[in-house]
């Protein structure tokens, strides 16, 4: 009885301290342990050996056939493992860690070890493809980072792996090991290249409308970033180039603003070079339709300028009649005038109206003020005073007065 119970206590026991090693590992791939000796404290308190000086990082993130992230991997993380301890020596010590959706592996060697290294870890990835596809749907993307100095280094390492990981899920490279560098964890900024040659080029082929073009240069300027790719190099980019394809088409706030909340997903949410040009493309694609029904406003609304230039005098002329003859309809008439002048085309046709019966009162003293409303296009003489009265401030006699 007392020996069922020791044993349950050390059962207990541990996972408790398996718990505390597993939650230090993830401290020390996030950085929040940075400190030489408090973390050879931790790595003799968790039984870790991590004797040698040289460090390299790997991370493998598991997908369905959806190609959708896998949470919940230690379903199949247990014999992953296995593959990778078994790959142990007195030379080399792996520790693994899984969270956030990826199983995080950290290799330390003596730096004598690091030409095999590389070979060591295309041998594990290379097993554990074979061990996946025993797994209906399961792939794997594995980036890795080598020849970082000392365990202070294991964060910029499992950083730099990440990145690696990302833009292999990005370009789609998932049948290689991506190797981020192996110039020994120091940590990079992720810049992106936008060169003014390549902006210039996509400027004008977004002005040309041409999408085959705006799709080569597209390819061009992510090629020339695949080097030292990373996730937000990718939202960076992808951003530049939305910006370029707006300012291309010379649109509104409003119009840019509709755009965007059309193409729902935004950069930020996209995970793949495919997905990414995709945005671009539809974003060019609404971009430009925008610009050309802009374009047909601007014409529709300089015609029906010009006709009411030239009908304003006319009693019968109005929104329906002017919808007629341009054979659009009249809401749409309205909406344009709008959109362009900032003026209802009420309002727009009795200042013609008004401004040419102020020249016939000054011109014309003998006129009676009914002629003057007639001859200037209002129907009524009523209507004529309030409209007047209402735009001038002053009735059409006194303004008479007041020019002689």
């Known amino acids: 009885m007392i020996t069922e119970k020791n044993t349950e206590i050390d059962k207990m026991f541990k996972l408790h301290n398996e718990f505390l090693r597993n939650e230090f590992l993830k401290k020390l791939i996030h950085g929040y ?13 968790f039984g870790i050996n991590a004797l040698k000086n040289t460090f390299a990082v790997y991370v493998t993130q598991f997908k369905d056939e959806f190609n959708t992230q896998i949470r919940d991997i230690e379903l199949i993380s247990g014999r992953i493992e296995e593959i990778i301890y078994s790959h142990k020596t007195n030379d080399i010590n792996i520790f693994c860690v899984s969270f956030e959706g990826r199983h995080f592996c950290i290799v330390n060697y003596d730096t004598k070890k690091s030409a095999y290294i590389k070979e060591l870890m295309t041998d594990i990835f290379e097993k554990i493809k074979e061990t996946l596809e025993l797994c209906d749907s399961i792939s794997s993307i594995i980036g890795a980072s080598l020849n970082g ?23 789609g490279y998932s049948d290689i090991i991506n190797f981020y560098s192996e110039s020994g964890g120091e940590q990079k900024n992720p810049l992106y290249v936008y060169s003014l040659e390549n902006e210039n080029m996509l400027f004008s082929a977004v002005r040309l409308g041409d999408p085959e073009k705006v799709s080569e240069v597209t390819d061009k300027i992510f090629s020339e970033n695949e080097t030292n790719f990373s996730r937000q190099t990718g939202i960076g980019l992808t951003y530049a180039i939305i910006n370029t394809i707006l300012q291309a088409n010379m649109l509104k706030f409003n119009e840019t603003s509709e755009i965007l909340f059309h193409n729902a997903r935004m950069p930020d949410e996209i995970s793949t070079f495919a997905e990414t040009k995709q945005l671009i493309m539809n974003i060019f694609r609404s971009a430009t339709e925008t610009q050309n029904d802009t374009k047909g406003m601007t014409k529709t609304y300089l015609k029906v300028k010009e006709y009411v230039s030239r ?40 200042g013609l109206r008004i401004d040419y019966a102020k020249k016939l009162l000054k011109e014309h003293n003998k006129m009676r003020i009914a002629e003057v409303g007639e001859k200037s296009g209002f129907e009524t003489t009523r209507t004529f005073l309030n409209v007047f009265k209402k735009m001038a401030g002053i009735s059409p006699t006194e303004y008479r007065d007041y020019v002689k």
């Open 149 to 171: 100095k000392g365990a202070e280094s294991i964060a910029y390492l499992a950083a730099e792996a990440s990145a690696a990981l990302e833009k292999a899920e990005f370009y």
């Open 311 to 350: 009908n304003f005098t006319d009693k019968q002329l109005n929104v329906s009649s002017i919808g007629d003859y341009l054979n659009i309809s009249s809401v749409y008439v309205s909406k344009i005038f709008r959109e362009n002048s900032g003026l209802r085309l009420n309002e727009y046709i009795n």
């Open 33 to 45: 342990v940075k400190d030489g000796e408090i973390l050879k404290q931790k790595f003799t308190e």
